[in-house]
């Protein structure tokens, strides 16, 4: 028979193990970990969108998996030392939902933990994946190709303004996803007739210096390239743009909700859920070898009607037919 100081020692011994037990399942939640460039336009909506896509895998942050964020800040000198430390702390999937440079940080760090990522260059040449269709090591995410956008973008520019004759481009020497892009706009650039002067920022006092420069060379149209660091810079550059009577293209509408004049480029929210789902299928077990890089099929022009009156334009009926939203 069982006596009553048995029954007590029993009970007090399952009260002091339940602490263990529960420590015991927190500490075998997986851990994703977060490898971003700069802090994102728009972060917060892509962050949800993300969060969405964990959730239709089944994961929700706090509950059966958490997330470890590091941000470089837009010193893309950092990201190395940055991915080192997600892979010390032994993180399930590391995750740059970004840019190249982190991609290729993360990738650098580990051939062994899962990544996934967000690149607007090829990762097939950056070396991230073997192809497309079979990534075939520890990568694989989506391409946003701004490659191929940053003629349409150019396009635009000329629809705009068809007596522009000369065209800035704002380039990060830091990104190097860029080099594909600029390849590919000075190509536009030869068989539309425009010329196209690139100028390099990677600090903010480089980006005023850019605009003063811009305004001495009398620069018809600014298009400034899609780059975390301009991202976090948006405030500055929409207004810089602004004060200094200068039309500017950008690569995500976010710049157009604040007051820049136009924009074309991927819907980033859709990419971000697509990294979600792939992390969350990682998390289940499918490993990133098994899952195709994806290209996204959405593109979205956003024009800002009280942006060009203030510059005192007026936007062609064919680019308003176009859009896929109008700020009026």
């Known amino acids: 028979m069982m006596r009553r100081r048995d029954v007590i020692t029993l009970l007090g011994g399952a009260v002091a193990a339940w602490p263990l037990a529960a420590r015991a399942q927190q500490s075998a939640m997986p851990v994703i970990g977060l490898l971003i ?3 994102a336009l728009g972060g917060e909506k892509r962050m949800a969108a993300f969060r969405q896509g964990l959730a239709e895998m089944g994961y ?11 941000d470089a800040d837009g010193r893309f000198d950092r990201l190395p030392a940055l991915a080192a430390d997600l892979v010390s702390r032994k993180v399930s999937v590391l995750v740059s939902p970004q840019s190249a440079a982190s991609a290729i940080a993360a990738h650098g760090a580990t051939k062994s933990i899962p990544i996934v990522f967000s690149v607007t260059a090829d990762p097939v040449k950056l070396g991230l994946v073997a192809s497309f269709a079979r990534p ?4 694989t995410g989506v391409n946003n190709f701004s490659s191929e956008l940053a003629s349409k973008r150019l396009g ?11 065209v800035a481009a704002l380039f990060n020497p830091d990104n190097p996803a860029n080099e594909g892009v600029l390849r590919e706009l000075e190509a536009a650039a030869a068989s539309s007739g425009l010329q196209v002067r690139v100028l390099n920022a990677s600090t903010i006092r480089e980006i005023d210096l850019v605009f003063a420069t811009l305004v001495r060379e009398r620069a018809d149209a600014l298009l400034v390239f899609n780059d975390p660091f301009f991202s976090s810079r948006n405030v500055q550059l929409v207004l810089s743009s602004t004060r200094h009577v200068l039309p500017a293209i950008y690569s995500q509408r976010e710049y157009v909700d604040i007051g820049g004049l136009m924009s074309y480029g991927t ?19 499918t490993k990133p070898a098994d899952l195709p890089v994806v290209r996204p099929t959405k ?3 956003v024009v800002n009607l009280q942006a060009a009156k203030m510059l005192g334009l007026e936007v062609p009926q064919s680019v308003l037919a176009s859009a896929d939203e109008v700020i009026e």
């Open 60 to 70: 929700a942050e706090g509950q059966n998996v958490s997330l470890v964020r590091l």
């Open 37 to 39: 460039a700069a802090p």
């Open 136 to 139: 075939g090591g520890n990568a």
């Open 299 to 301: 593109f979205e022009l």
């Open 156 to 166: 635009l520019l000329r629809e705009l303004l068809p007596n522009a004759k000369a």
């Open 267 to 285: 819907a980033l929210t859709e990419a971000y859920r697509q990294i979600g789902i792939y992390t969350g299928r990682i998390l289940k077990g």
